[in-house]
């Protein structure tokens, strides 16, 4: 019903900056809450900034001053932009969204995209 494609992951070096992008598309009627969330090596998922209609941005402590979460409504993509990256940094980073699905009113959807690896190394 819904697909979550994620871009923008790659190597960098601490002190860098990369820009994430993930792009919803399917029987989307409005999109409630964007996203991201990474996942270390060993280590559980966390959530990294959430981006919801009407409501400003929120972050994790980790990451708050140096990253950046925005969103294109029209587009219905997120985008994750982050700076001063560290090693810490280093993790899969995922997408997630919630919406509102076209057709009878009331059906929702939920999901993760793939993951974009991001690597910071020296």
């Known amino acids: 019903q819904v697909q979550l494609v994620e871009s923008g992951g790659g190597l960098v070096q601490p002190g860098g900056s990369l820009r994430l992008s993930c792009a919803a598309s399917g029987s989307i009627f409005r999109i409630n809450v964007m996203a991201w969330y990474r996942q270390a090596p060993g280590k559980e998922r966390e959530l990294v900034a959430t981006i919801s209609s009407g409501d400003s941005p929120t972050y994790a402590d980790a990451v708050k001053g140096r990253f950046t979460i925005s969103r294109d409504n029209p587009k219905n993509t997120v985008y994750l932009q982050m700076n001063s990256l560290r090693p810490e940094d280093t993790a899969v980073y995922f997408c997630?969204?919630?919406?509102?699905?076209?057709?009878?009113?009331?059906?929702?959807?939920?999901?993760w995209g793939k993951g974009t690896l991001v690597t910071v190394s020296s």
């Open positions: 997630y969204v919630q919406c509102w699905l076209d057709g009878p009113p009331g059906r929702t959807w939920s999901g």
